[in-house]
């Protein structure tokens, strides 16, 4: 649940990367170059796996008798565990993309708002 939050809250953020004498254009292209050569180095390694544990949940029904009386029920209800395909290469590929940056004179500096232009 903490790794779905943080995701979530990173969604919308940017790495920022810099270097002196560079803009963070050129930034943004560096980083770019060294994902496609990351992709390249560390290939996907796929893995099926469970992505959300299944588990009961109770779905709550509530009427009014013929008194006028609200009444509630709760049913239990089953969910079943969802999967999906996850990179289990992701975080070396990711490592790989970061050394490419730092090999090439940059420091990363931490998450900018995502611009969506």
Same mark, same amino acid.
């Given at each position: ?19 002196p ?6 930034? !943004? ?7 496609? &050569? ?6 996907? &390694? ?14 709550? &029904?509530?009427?009014?008798?013929? #008194? ?5 029920? #709760?049913?239990?209800? *089953? ?7 996850v !990179? ?15 090999? &090439?004179? *940059? ?6 708002p995502?611009?969506?232009?």
């Open positions: 649940m903490a790794a779905l939050l943080l995701l979530l809250a990173l969604a919308g953020c940017a790495e920022r990367w810099t270097r004498g560079a803009t963070e254009a050129q930034a !943004d292209a560096a980083n770019a170059a060294c994902t496609d &050569q990351a992709i390249l180095a560390v290939p996907p &390694q796929m893995s099926w796996e469970i992505v959300e544990p299944g588990g009961t949940y109770y779905d709550r &029904q509530c009427w009014r008798d013929g #008194s006028g009386d609200r009444v509630c029920r #709760s049913i239990p209800r *089953y969910r079943p565990p969802r999967w999906d395909w !990179d289990l290469a992701t975080p070396p590929r990711d490592a790989w993309r970061r050394e490419c940056m730092r090999a &090439q004179g *940059y420091t990363f500096e931490g998450y900018r995502l611009r969506l232009e």
